[in-house]
């Protein structure tokens, strides 16, 4: 975790130092799509397994969290200290009703 974080604050201070440089702006801007890509890109690949799975409880829970922050723009910090809990809540329970079943792996 040392490199990125050394990246990141070395990034930092060049942007505190040179951030009102229109081409360091226009540079981030460029950047921050691609940023965005790369986002969609993992949200996507970490959705597959649950859509494949059909579970109706991690779909309710995905489609509750999207609402939450795309339509109601709630905060993301927010939303996942709501969301953490109910889903280990909501998730716990069947994984160990599942698991002393032994007709039922996991």
């Given at each position: 975790m040392l490199p990125p974080t050394l990246i990141m604050t070395?990034?930092?201070i060049i942007y505190a130092r040179y951030g009102d440089l229109?081409?360091?702006r226009r540079s981030l801007a460029?950047?921050?799509c691609a940023a965005v890509g790369l986002v969609i890109a993992v949200v996507?690949?970490?959705m597959t397994p649950l859509l494949k799975r059909t579970?109706?409880?991690a779909l309710i829970l995905m489609a509750?969290?999207?609402l939450a922050i795309g339509c109601f723009a709630c905060r993301f910090p927010a939303v996942l200290l709501v969301a953490i809990p109910?889903?280990?809540g909501a998730t716990f329970?069947?994984?160990e009703s599942s698991s002393m079943n032994p007709d039922n792996p996991i």
């Open positions: 070395m990034l930092a229109d081409v360091l460029g950047i921050s996507v690949r970490m579970d109706p409880l509750g969290v999207f109910v889903s280990v329970p069947a994984a």
